[in-house]
């Protein structure tokens, strides 16, 4: 995977030396502001796509015809299959009345890209290649508790001694093996550590976790391609970036609008005090000032919305009256 580009120029550490003062008078190290820039992000992305939330990535197909965004990407907004556009469809596209039904990736041509939800690992997990799994980690973080989620080699959930979904896996020294063996795995749940943590099942990494992660969550897609339409076996999108808690002194805040971001702290600062109407106030300043940077952002391109009803678009049509 390339990143073309989608960065941000501003770190926590910068973010705290700026502003923290502002909010907390005696301790200006608490990780409670690295919870409030958190909370004003997300809402950041959650609004709408900002500079530095958006970039252009590469992403090589597997043989599955299944690709699984890394964990600081959201979704693919436009794609390109061998440099041509090609359209994103939701994951009720297969269960259209008079539409397609199932797609097989490995052999269809439709030339689209279907998305299938959200899945708690970064990668289909092996086939017939049910096993324990092992979480690598660091000493630091030893005594850390991580809970899997999934499914054993006889095709039944795990479940702790307590009748709690999930392997509870206490980490100890650098790697830690599960008592369960997995087929596959629903979900991953972990506190925040010092290290990033590791799952993998034999020499396949199922899960790359950043510390500040708690509960990992990826995208996956369906790519309808075929050799049939001379296509490559890789695929060009635009993509959002997922609003990935930061933990470290060192980690990108983004979008990076040091304005934005000052008027979303005091948001929520006004927010605690119930003073919501002054909330509001800093909110919409904060969504100004992103607006204004993105208009900017523009320069001399001007955003063009086309509308295709049916999914591809019919293209332009003779006027009959």
Same mark, same amino acid.
């Given at each position: 995977?390339?990143?073309v @580009?989608?960065?941000?120029g !501003?770190?926590l550490?910068?973010?705290?030396?700026?502003? =923290?003062? %502002?909010?907390?008078d005696t301790?200006t190290?608490?990780?409670?502001f =690295?919870?409030?820039?958190n909370?004003?992000?997300?809402? +950041? @992305?959650?609004?709408?796509?900002?500079?530095?939330?958006?970039?252009?990535?590469e +992403?090589?197909v597997?043989?599955?015809?299944?690709?699984?965004l890394?964990l +600081?990407?959201?979704?693919?907004?436009?794609?390109?299959?061998?440099?041509?556009?090609?359209? !994103?469809?939701t994951?009720?596209?297969?269960?259209?009345?008079?539409?397609?039904?199932?797609?097989?990736?490995t052999?269809?041509?439709? #030339?689209?890209?279907?998305? @299938?939800?959200n899945?708690g690992?970064s990668?289909?997990?092996?086939?017939?290649?049910?096993?324990?799994?092992?979480?690598?980690?660091?000493t630091?973080?030893a005594?850390?508790?991580?809970?899997?989620l999934?499914?054993?080699?006889n095709?039944?959930?795990?479940?702790?001694?307590?009748?709690?979904?999930g392997?509870?896996? $206490?980490?100890?020294g $650098?790697?830690?093996d $599960?008592?369960?063996?997995?087929?596959?795995?629903? #979900?991953?749940?972990?506190?925040?550590?010092?290290?990033?943590?590791? !799952?993998?099942?034999g =020499? $396949?990494?199922?899960?790359?976790?950043?510390p500040?992660v708690? @509960?990992?969550?990826?995208r996956r897609? %369906?790519?309808?391609?075929s050799?049939?339409?001379?296509?490559?076996?890789?695929?060009?999108?635009?993509c959002?970036?997922?609003?990935?808690?930061?933990?470290?002194?060192?980690?990108?805040?983004?979008?990076?609008?040091?304005?934005?971001?000052?008027m979303?702290?005091?948001?929520?600062?006004?927010?605690e005090?119930?003073?919501?109407?002054?909330?509001?106030?800093?909110?919409?300043?904060?969504?100004?000032f992103l607006?204004?940077?993105?208009?900017?952002?523009?320069?001399?391109?001007?955003?063009?919305?086309t +509308?295709?009803?049916?999914g591809?678009?019919?293209?332009?049509?003779?006027?009959?009256?």
């Amino acid at each position: 995977m390339i990143t073309v @580009h989608g960065l941000s120029g !501003v770190t926590l550490g910068k973010l705290r030396s700026l502003y =923290a003062s %502002k909010f907390f008078d005696t301790d200006t190290s608490t990780p409670e502001f =690295a919870t409030m820039v958190n909370e004003v992000v997300e809402r +950041f @992305h959650i609004d709408s796509d900002w500079v530095g939330t958006t970039g252009i990535f590469e +992403f090589d197909v597997p043989a599955d015809g299944f690709i699984t965004l890394p964990l +600081f990407l959201e979704s693919v907004l436009m794609a390109q299959f061998n440099n041509r556009p090609r359209p !994103v469809m939701t994951s009720r596209y297969e269960f259209l009345h008079h539409g397609v039904g199932q797609i097989d990736p490995t052999t269809s041509g439709l #030339g689209v890209l279907v998305d @299938h939800g959200n899945v708690g690992i970064s990668t289909t997990f092996p086939e017939d290649n049910a096993g324990v799994l092992t979480v690598t980690h660091s000493t630091e973080d030893a005594g850390a508790k991580v809970r899997i989620l999934g499914v054993d080699q006889n095709g039944q959930e795990v479940y702790d001694d307590r009748g709690v979904p999930g392997e509870l896996v $206490t980490l100890s020294g $650098t790697s830690t093996d $599960t008592t369960n063996q997995f087929s596959d795995v629903l #979900g991953i749940q972990k506190p925040i550590t010092k290290f990033p943590v590791a !799952v993998s099942r034999g =020499a $396949t990494e199922l899960a790359d976790i950043p510390p500040g992660v708690t @509960h990992p969550v990826y995208r996956r897609y %369906k790519v309808a391609n075929s050799s049939a339409l001379g296509e490559s076996s890789y695929v060009r999108a635009v993509c959002s970036r997922q609003a990935i808690p930061i933990a470290n002194e060192e980690d990108y805040v983004v979008p990076g609008n040091l304005s934005a971001l000052k008027m979303g702290l005091y948001c929520i600062t006004y927010e605690e005090s119930n003073d919501l109407d002054r909330a509001e106030q800093y909110w919409s300043k904060a969504i100004s000032f992103l607006n204004h940077e993105a208009e900017k952002h523009r320069g001399g391109a001007h955003p063009l919305a086309t +509308f295709h009803p049916a999914g591809f678009g019919i293209g332009k049509t003779k006027q009959i009256l």
